[in-house]
Antibody
Framework: QVQLVESGGGLVKPGGSLRLSCAASGFTFSDYYMSWIRQAPGKGLEWVSYISNSGNIIYSADSVKGRFTISRDNAKNSLYLQMNSLRAEDTAVYYC?????????????WGQGTLVTVSS | DIQMTQSPSSLSASVGDRVTITCQASQDISNYLNWYQQKPGKAPKLLIYDASNLEIGVSSRFSGSGSGTDFTFTISSLQPEDIATYYCQQYDNLPQTFGPGTKVDIK
């Protein structure tokens, strides 16, 4: 069965950095686009970034462009999100999802999420 | 960015009731509209993709319809396990955007 397990969240000060990981299993990771989607406490869902199956196509939301970088290691079945220059408004549960691009590439499975708290 | 609106923002219904949620996009998104269910403390779960296609393994009491800018999500007979927040999402254009959610509970 498809499993996505995020890790790497925690408490970080404004301006700090954090790297999230997502370990995938139960499907051929290298065949799928992957994405990160976040949810601030008590709020709705916000798409963050997606990466193509080979890693050569990347798009990110304007709110994180230049600060967050999505990447993947197909040999390790892993997805990453490098988060730099963190702000209070980045506080959220970060979900990795299989798929999650546009027009036919649906986010069909999501991990359980990892909480990132940006606070001094 | 494409703005997604949902109504109502919350509803309370009895077990067995038919429940309908509407979602409207600020511009034509064809049928690139998905519906997710999120239970408290859990990750969203895909129920309906491309406006009307039921995800494998999802109960047939869930259904979706619509195209262009106006979409509808229906629970044909509300069950206690359907208590959740439901989100629509457009993925026609970047950035993909979600509606604000509809919280459903039991009367």
């Amino acid at each position: 069965q498809v499993q996505l397990v995020e890790s790497g969240g925690g408490l970080v000060k404004p301006g700090g950095s954090l790297r999230l990981s997502c370990a995938a299993s139960g499907f051929t990771f290298s065949d799928y686009y992957m994405s990160w989607i976040r949810q601030a406490p008590g709020k709705g869902l916000e798409w963050v970034s997606y990466i193509s199956n080979s890693g050569n196509i990347i798009y990110s939301a304007d709110s994180v462009k230049g600060r967050f970088t999505i990447s993947r290691d197909n040999a390790k079945n892993s997805l990453y999100l490098q988060m730099n220059s963190l702000r209070a408004e980045d506080t959220a549960v970060y979900y990795c999802a299989r798929g999650g691009a546009v027009r036919g590439i649906v986010a069909d499975y999501w991990g359980q999420g990892t909480l990132v708290t940006v606070s001094s | 960015d494409i703005q997604m609106t949902q109504s109502p923002s919350s509803l309370s219904a009895s077990v067995g009731d038919r429940v309908t949620i509407t979602c409207q996009a600020s511009q034509d998104i064809s049928n690139y509209l998905n519906w997710y269910q999120q239970k408290p403390g859990k990750a969203p779960k895909l129920l309906i993709y491309d406006a009307s296609n039921l995800e494998i393994g999802v109960s047939s009491r869930f259904s979706g319809s619509g195209s262009g800018t106006d979409f509808t999500f229906t629970i044909s007979s509300l069950q206690p396990e359907d208590i959740a927040t439901y989100y629509c999402q457009q993925y026609d254009n970047l950035p993909q955007t979600f509606g604000p959610g509809t919280k459903v509970d039991i009367k």
